[in-house]
């Protein structure tokens, strides 16, 4: 017979969303693709499924052309609904944004600063950690000495329910040889800020791949895009982009976290059941709870 064992209790749930790639209203990306409806209708999904969320985390490529107009249209469509599920936005830096239209359009700050969008938000006690890995001009992931330092700082105290730390490129290789070369620069370094600390779980995007790694002995997620998804199948020397989109759901844990891909169209039911269902189902099957 088998045993069920009793679930950790949840403590925290963050939304994740990538790589949303928002053009200004009345276009298109590329022509072809409506980043802004593939953003609500994820919005949708999140709002009307109940669930409390602590943070809206939006790891980078938010505007596809760094345009203050996008920002605006991102903002304006995200932070109502933030607001009526009570969950704040917290915004990381894309290669494919702008620091200037960014801190305008989407904080409402002085778009002068150049400098790295860094920052620590807590979720009651869990501390969500955002780092800027973005360089102007450059499609790689960059971290500088300072940020490293300020991360070794800031993670040398540890936080009651442990660490998410946020960033926009992968600090793990990914199966699309072309985007190797646009990765995190600085992954072993990050590495050994990491190992021992507290951080539960890195997330990032910028692949518009889901998958999986590790460094430092903490996991890695990497998120699927909302835009559209990448081909992780297919010859080696090419990148496709497809039709689809993906966000994240993030649960923290008190040993860990655990990070869901969910489809921004997610089909139709197969089937659908409570937990009366499922305990009777489980009693078909001989199993019964620990």
């Not at 660490?163 to 590495?191: K, R, Y």
């Not at 997330?203 to 996991?219: E, R």
């Not at 080696?236 to 994240?248: C, E, K, S, V």
Request: aromatic fraction near 6%.
């Amino acid at each position: 017979m088998f045993l069920i064992p009793e679930p950790q209790k949840l403590t925290h749930t963050v939304i994740q969303i990538s790589d949303t790639h928002i053009v200004p209203e009345g276009s298109l990306m590329m022509g072809k693709v409506d980043t802004h409806a593939n953003l609500v209708a994820a919005l949708e999904q999140v709002e009307k499924s109940g669930v409390q969320v602590d943070a809206l985390l939006l790891t980078g490529d938010l505007a596809d052309k760094g345009e203050l107009d996008a920002y605006r249209r991102l903002r304006d469509t995200v932070e109502p609904v933030a607001e009526r599920i009570g969950a704040p936005v917290l915004y990381v830096m894309g290669n494919h944004d702008s620091r200037g239209p960014f801190r305008e359009g989407l904080l409402g700050a002085e778009p002068t600063a150049d400098t790295p969008h860094d920052y620590v938000h807590w979720a009651g006690d869990l501390r969500i950690i955002v780092l800027d890995s973005t360089e102007p001009d450059e499609h790689a992931g960059l971290l500088s000495d300072a940020q490293l330092g300020w991360l070794a700082d800031e993670l040398a105290t540890a936080a009651p329910a442990g660490t998410v730390l946020a960033l926009h490129h992968p600090p793990v290789p990914s199966p699309v040889e072309m985007l190797n070369g646009m990765i995190l620069s600085q992954s072993a370094e990050l590495a050994d800020v990491l190992r021992g600390s507290d951080v539960k779980i890195v997330v990032c995007g910028h692949a518009h791949h889901a998958s999986a790694g590790s460094i430092g002995g903490v996991p890695v997620w990497v998120a699927g895009a909302t835009a559209y998804s990448a081909r992780t199948l297919g010859p080696a020397d090419q990148f496709a982009g497809l039709t689809g989109g993906f966000y994240t759901r993030l649960d923290v844990f008190p040993l860990g976290a655990v990070a869901t891909s969910v489809p921004v169209d997610p089909g139709a039911a197969v089937y659908e059941m409570n937990l009366a269902d499922m305990a009777e189902l489980a009693e078909e099957y001989g199993l019964t709870s620990a």
